[in-house]
Each structure stands twice: as structure tokens, then as C-alpha cells.
């Protein structure tokens, strides 16, 4: 999953920003982009990727982070 400064998200290999979530989601299990199938990272990885992202293009702006995790 590629993220830049310029806010694109998207797989590394085709651009697309759909992934497919497994069930059950575990910390373990991996994420794949959902136009091609690529293994992207984990879910942990996945979370902690999004989460910085947030951080730090949100910052002192937001005084609550939110978590919408599954």
C-alpha cells in the first residue's frame, strides 16, 4: 500500500485503493488489494499504516482520533 504526500493510497501494483478484508479478521491475517489480489501487509500493519497516516496529516488539528476497527 503505497501512501504519498500528495494523499494518493493505493496499491503498489495497480493503484487501486480497495482491499479485501478476511473473516475473521486477526492481527495476522493479510491484507490483499482487492483489483489484483496482491498481498499488501498484515491487518496489524495495515492499522498501524493508516493510523500514523492520520497522525500526521491530521495532527494537532484533531484533538480526538477515532477508531473504527472491525
Known amino acids: ?4 504526500s500528495g494523499r494518493h493510497f493505493g496499491c503498489e501494483a495497480c493503484g487501486s485503493p480497495s ?3 478476511p473473516s475473521p479478521l486477526t492481527e495476522s491475517c493479510v491484507i490483499r488489494c482487492h483489483a489484483c489480489g496482491k498481498c ?3 491487518w496489524r500493519e495495515f492499522r498501524e499504516r493508516i493510523h500514523a497516516e492520520i ?3 491530521e495532527g494537532p488539528r484533531s484533538s480526538r482520533v477515532l477508531c473504527a476497527d472491525p
Open 1 to 4: 500500500m503505497e501512501i504519498d
Open 19 to 21: 482491499v479485501d478484508l
Open 40 to 42: 499488501i501487509t498484515t
Open 55 to 57: 497522525l500526521k496529516h
